[in-house]
Every structure is written in structure tokens, then in C-alpha cells.
């Protein structure tokens, strides 16, 4: 099974400032049609979790720019470049490369 | 307007069984492959299982294969969770959710949970 960790598992950001969470599978994530299966997720407080970026990199609908993923193989970034009291939550990757899928253990941010 | 709807969780004792449901509407049910993902209190999230979009393929994870049983309703476009030989660590806010091809396969909508517990 594909084993997801994520670092740091929380931070503190002041508003305005980036904040970088990291993402290593212990397999690599590239399918044989080259496509990478690493997709990100928030929880907000109270919340479902919703989907922020799929295949690494791509926006899903309505997501600021101010979010990004980067990454290949097994080693993955999601970046805010400015964070906004909005952006409070639990941040997970995911992997769907190979069943099981796996979750990292989550990041939660947290507003200064 | 797309949604998902759980429904069913409880408090059962050890042992016991219980069936969790989740109600689609605004989509297209029998065109996606549905998954369930669970969260324990204070816990990430857990990838449970998966039925494909026909409900021939179905996969569970280790924590619950041969106990739990994915299914679904295509003529009441319902996703189910049989849970049978509950444990403890069952405990969790189990969610639903669509997989999209759209967005590669991610899942794009979720519900909102329906708490299952475990205990005497």
C-alpha cells in the first residue's frame, strides 16, 4: 500500500504571508497513461472536505489563484502564496494511483 | 444543484450492524463510481471503499474488507455501507463522495457526514 506523509502537520501564518505544505508517497504517483494521481483536499472547520487541486496542479473550480500544487514522482508542494483568514483548515494530498487510495495524515493551519 | 446526502449513522454496540446511506441528486448517479471515506474524532481522512459506476467492481480497504460492504441503487440513486462486526475503532463521521473524470477521477462533491459510534 501507497504510505502519504505530509509535513508540517500544522503551522501558523500571519495574513498575507505564503505558507508551503509538503507531500511524500512512498511509491511513485505517475501512471503508465502519464498522468499523476495527487490531488488535494481542505477541511475547514465545521466542514465536508472540498477539492482544491487535482493531477498535482489543476484548480478545481472557484479555487483562488492564490493556491498551487507542484511536484512528480513522489514528492509534492501546495503553496499559498498569500494566505487569508478564509484559508483556516485541515490540508490532506491524496494518492488514487494505485487502490488502496491513501490520505497523508492531514496539515491544519492556523491564522496568526 | 449536485448533492449528497448521508443518512443512517447511530450508536451501536460492539458486534453489531448497521447500514449507512447516502441519497444522490443533480448528477447523473449511474455514470460515476462512488466511494465512501470515514473520519475518526480528532483524525485525518480514511479511504473506506469504492464501487464503479456499474457496481461490478468494488474495493475495500484492508481496515474493513470482509466486514463492510459497498453497494448501490440505481432506480433510487442511493450509495450504501453495510456495516457488519462493528468495532470501536469503526467511530468515525463517514462520508460520501463522487469520483469525476472531469477532474481526473478526484472527488469533486462530498456530503456531509453521518456519525457512526461504536460502543457499549
Known amino acids: 500500500d501507497i504510505v502519504m506523509t505530509q509535513t508540517p502537520l500544522s503551522l501558523s501564518v500571519t495574513p498575507g504571508q505564503p505558507a508551503s505544505i509538503s507531500c511524500k508517497s512512498s511509491?511513485?504517483?505517475?501512471?503508465?497513461?502519464?498522468?499523476?494521481?495527487l490531488y488535494w483536499y481542505v477541511q475547514r472547520p465545521g466542514q465536508s472536505p472540498q477539492l482544491l487541486i487535482s493531477?498535482?496542479?489543476y484548480r478545481f473550480s472557484g479555487v483562488p489563484d492564490r493556491f498551487s500544487g507542484s511536484g512528480s514522482g513522489t514528492d509534492f508542494t501546495l503553496k499559498i502564496s498569500r494566505v487569508e483568514a478564509e484559508d483556516v483548515g485541515v490540508y490532506s494530498c491524496?494518492?488514487?494511483?494505485?487502490?488502496?487510495?491513501?490520505f497523508g495524515q492531514g496539515t491544519k493551519l492556523e491564522i496568526k | 444543484q449536485v448533492h449528497l446526502v448521508e443518512s443512517g449513522g447511530g450508536v451501536v454496540q460492539p458486534g453489531r450492524s448497521l447500514r449507512v446511506s447516502c441519497a444522490a441528486s443533480?448528477?447523473?448517479?449511474?455514470?460515476?463510481?462512488m466511494h465512501w471515506v470515514r473520519q475518526a474524532p480528532g483524525k485525518g481522512l480514511e479511504w473506506v471503499a469504492v464501487?464503479?459506476?456499474?457496481?461490478?467492481?468494488?474495493y475495500y480497504a484492508d481496515s474493513v474488507r470482509g466486514r463492510f460492504t459497498i453497494s448501490r441503487d440505481i432506480s433510487n440513486n442511493t450509495l450504501y455501507l453495510q456495516m457488519n462486526t462493528l468495532r470501536p475503532e469503526d467511530t468515525a463521521v463517514y462520508f460520501c463522495?463522487?469520483?469525476?473524470?472531469?477532474?481526473?477521477?478526484?472527488?469533486?462533491?462530498w456530503g456531509q457526514g453521518t456519525m457512526v459510534t461504536v460502543s457499549s
Open positions: 464501487i464503479s459506476f456499474d457496481g461490478n467492481h468494488k
Open positions: 511509491q511513485s504517483l505517475l501512471n503508465s497513461d502519464g498522468r499523476t494521481n
Open positions: 443533480g448528477f447523473i448517479f449511474s455514470t460515476y463510481a
Open positions: 493531477e498535482v496542479s
Open positions: 463522495t463522487r469520483a469525476n473524470w472531469v477532474v481526473s477521477y478526484a472527488f469533486d462533491i
Open positions: 491524496m494518492q488514487s494511483a494505485q487502490l488502496p487510495y491513501s
